[in-house]
């Protein structure tokens, strides 16, 4: 059963802008494995991170870094959910995150389905 849904869509330039501008930015929404990536992947890493906040109906308390968008060895992107952020979820019934990212066109969007375990 779907418990929650969320999407989040990014301006590229916008957040680059704001990745210069506010350096701290980096550390502070991006865990250290996600920190590497290109800048398109990070838009979409923010984007899945705001996706996932949606579905869980935007609970007060979260930690940027208790989400972590990780891929398998075929690029297929995937969510890591741990602290309070898997807390909430556990009191939710989630039991399984689907989670698909794009970028065009100036754009990242992510979108986010938190599904029971039932």
Not at 2 to 16: A, M
């Amino acid at each position: 059963m779907i418990i929650g849904v969320g999407v989040d869509l990014v301006d590229l330039t916008r957040f680059e802008n704001k990745l210069v501008a506010t350096p701290a930015l980096m550390e502070r929404i991006f865990t250290e494995s996600e920190r590497g990536a290109k800048p398109e992947s990070l838009a979409g890493c923010w984007a899945a991170k705001e996706a996932l906040i949606k579905a869980l109906g935007n609970p007060a308390g979260l930690n940027w870094h208790d989400v972590s968008v990780t891929k398998d060895e075929l690029g297929k992107p995937s969510l890591l959910v741990t602290g309070a952020t898997l807390e909430r979820a556990t009191e939710l019934g989630i039991a399984t995150w689907h989670l698909s990212i794009s970028h065009d066109g100036g754009m990242a969007i992510a979108f986010v389905i938190a599904e029971s375990g039932a």
